[in-house]
């Protein structure tokens, strides 16, 4: 399929998704919305893939929404309903994002802000260059997160912390994201896209269905009490213990070979 708001290439394995408007710091537009939405569904369905990456083009990751996009209208009642059609088109695509079974990555530079957090959130690990800026801007144009900061950020760096960040609205840096846990690896800019792909040929050599139902359990279990998720895990341990993935990794560690996954 072809795009014009997205890059989308495959290499080794691994999808990587650009997203691509760097005129405008890469905020998200409907047209971007539709493409990352569509861009993930075929990764999804693409068994060569196991693996994606999401970065920004030009000097930014993603200014989160594009606050500029022309609208029609200009009443409240328009305005409340506008945002919430394409809070809905967000939502879509936060939400394949946090559900695909494969394990997706966020390279990190540049701005990083409102949407944009939220962007790099819905992935399961997060890569930021050193001279990256992230933060929650929303305060600062007297709105809100609705594509999950108020709900993820504190359970990635604990309460006090994302108030501080939703609250003032001031960026941190990728040593600063890197100390307070919201990113998994600080690394120079250069270096950013040698890293992401470093991360994601590890990944590649894991069992797909494994990485699929440690991920549901992951995402799952945080919406559970302890013991509904510990069962829940039990069960999806049995799931991967019968998998032709499981019996093929067993046999290539014995062996000392290289494995074959198929993903089942």
């Keep these: 399929m072809e795009y014009e708001a997205i890059v989308y290439e495959k290499k080794d394995n691994v999808g990587i998704i650009t997203l691509n408007r760097p005129d405008k710091l890469n905020a998200v537009n409907v047209q971007l919305a539709r493409e990352l939405e569509q861009a993930i569904d075929e990764v999804e369905v693409d068994d060569e893939v196991r693996v994606l990456i999401i970065t920004g083009s030009g000097r930014s990751f993603c200014v989160g929404a594009d606050i500029r996009e022309p609208r029609p209208e200009t009443t409240l009642f328009h305005r409340i309903n506008v945002r919430r059609n394409v809070s809905g088109m967000g939502y879509r695509f936060y939400g394949k994002i946090e559900d695909s079974g494969k394990p997706i990555i966020a390279a990190i530079h540049g701005h990083c802000f409102g949407g944009g957090l939220e962007l790099a959130m819905a992935c399961d690990l997060r890569i930021a260059a050193e001279d990256a800026q992230i933060g929650d801007q929303h305060s600062r144009i007297g709105v809100m997160g609705g594509a999950g900061s108020t709900v993820k950020l504190p359970r990635l760096i604990g309460i006090a912390k994302a108030k501080e960040l939703i609250f003032l609205g001031l960026p941190i840096d990728g040593q600063e994201a890197y100390r ?14 040698d890293a992401a792909m470093e991360m994601a040929q590890i990944l590649v050599d894991r069992p797909p269905i494994l990485l699929k139902l440690v991920k549901m359990c992951i995402n799952h279990g945080m919406q559970m009490d302890l013991a509904s998720a510990l069962e829940y895990e039990q069960k999806c341990s049995i799931l991967v213990g019968f998998s032709e993935d499981t019996s093929e990794a067993m046999k290539a560690y014995m062996t000392k070979s290289k494995p074959e996954f198929k993903g089942r």
């Excluded at 990113?183 to 800019?189: F, G, H």
Aim: glycine share 8%; proline share 7%.
């Design 180 to 193: 307070i846990g919201l990113v998994n690896k600080v690394v120079p800019k250069e270096s950013l896209m």
